[in-house]
């Protein structure tokens, strides 16, 4: 590991010094606001790194580029904000088809539409219940620190190899344009044989090796689909959450990525003026952490759930917890940064009852 | 008793099986040429195909390579990343008019342009072959398809699209040429094309791009015999074979 330094980054930054990290060989960009950081730096630190960076002629081109890079068994990236990502379900239904190993952030914005170029958690639905055509999921990663979006984004490389299968970082605008101190970190061992045993390089000496996601044979689609629900099953081994004085408490806020963290914050207020709330802020989206509530619903706890948007992963946490109990609803509209002070309210109605 | 006599011999890299293509189809001899010349060149242990999307979409099951299948349109933007991913290996994309020409003219523009040291093989029947035989941008002016019962006409579907013409005026291009295969002079100067188009990307100087004029005789309603005829009499004329773009024979004068 290299020696522990700390540097004063943007979210957008620390992702890009993340896959690097990682190990990354190929990124291929579109401009579009808040990520414009990230192509802009790995234009130069790619290239520097042996790496080839291309900016795509669309988000469309870029995520199929993607899909032909992943498919050499190599790690590339691509990154985006939500109108762009729109653009690239349709390759990312084909890599999850053909169980392709790309990693792709979304340094989410307002929406529906142009929408703004403000924070927003609006594509929640889109991130973790598909998105593209067919049945098929991505590992979801959301991080609430610029810490952690370095430190997710060299996991999501991992991870998309382990399961061979697209991987979403899940970011917003708060967290791409926030500057944060970040310690930097390289991870030991990279297998340099990753991907080999499958990624294409040429029928050297064996036969061809074929990816596709087309499967007409009788029998042959269903096998697929069969395959690709038991990795996905698989899958929630890596579900990961952060728990914040969640023990004593009597209401469990759950929210994820920036409004997670700015929901800590009003709890750590509201905490010391005795006020029992703890919070849940899921890491992992796919595969969401329904257990760890299922758990904290059975010992009594009651829930709210904050958002920037306007009702999405709620429906989740209602899934988790519909045994046993129900969970409140606070959506902050987009357009707007929220603060601290914006989650007091509600939290203290919720914690009425 | 019919006896079967193989009178040529398959290239390595072709498999030693029936296609699922129709009687009188030219996907099968543009795969063979493909193959001729992934053979002659020995590049078949380097040689990365990426399929599209249309009546070729198996293409993979004729030509023993490291295959990967790519949505409509978008093979050039999925050969990039397998070319920046792998550079020392021969990749090429292997598309119809309707993949090509239409739902994929931003990324065949843009991939050539960028000069990608990719081959791009160009299947060019005038026609949707797979969905049935719907109007493609290649689709001749008169031309009757299902989706153009009239025939195509110039007001209100524009002009068909020359697509070599189109790719040989861009910078990164390094070979564009329009040939046929609807008989045995055709099919000549066609492989010495193909064969030149990969010996371009082995030397790096750029996109090489091949046009093929093919038959689809089903959705032509015709026989194999009435659309080769259409080839030489219909589409020729309006698609003229020959060289649009060949960056080393002008190093060479
Ligand atoms: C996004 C998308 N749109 C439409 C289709 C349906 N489709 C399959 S093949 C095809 C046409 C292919 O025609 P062409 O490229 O001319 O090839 P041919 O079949 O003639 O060889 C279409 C439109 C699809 N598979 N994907
Ligand atoms: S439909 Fe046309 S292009 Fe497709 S296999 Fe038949 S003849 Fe060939």
Redesign the interface.
Known sequence: MSTPKRIFVKGNEAISRGALAAGMKCFFGYPITPQNDIPEFLSQALPDAGGQFVQAESEVAAANMLLGAAGCGIRAMTSSSSPGMSLKQEAISYMAGSELPGVLVNVSRGGPGLGDIGPSQGDYFQSVKGGGHGDYKLLVLAPGTVQEAYDLTIKAFDLAFKYRNPVLVLADAIIGQMKEPVVPWVPENLDPDEGQDWGLQGATNRGPRLLKSLFLDDGALAGQNQKLQAKYQAMQAEVDQELFLTEDAELIVVAFGSIGRIVKSTIRKLRAQGHKVGLVRPITLFPFPSEVLLNLAKEGKRFLTIEHNMGQMVEDVRLSIRTVADSAFHGQLPGNLPTPDDFEEPILKALEG | MTQEIRVTNYPEVLTDRASHYCPGCHHGTAHRLVAEAITDLGL?????L??SIGCS?FI?NYL????????HG?AP???????????D??VFTYQGDGDLASIGM??I??CAN?GENITTIFVNNTVYGMTGGQMAPTTLVGQKTTTCPGGRCRENEGMPIRMTEIIASLGGVAFAERVAVNNIKNIKKARKAVTKAFEYQTKEVGFSFVEVLATCPTNWRMTPLQANKRIETEMIPYFPLGNFKDVLAKEEK
């Open positions: 078949v242990d380097k040689t990365i990426v399929g979409v993979y023993s390579l490291d295959a990967i299948e790519s949505p978008r933007a999925v050969a990039t990343g397998v070319k920046r991913a792998r550079p290996k021969i931003a990324e523009m843009h960028r």
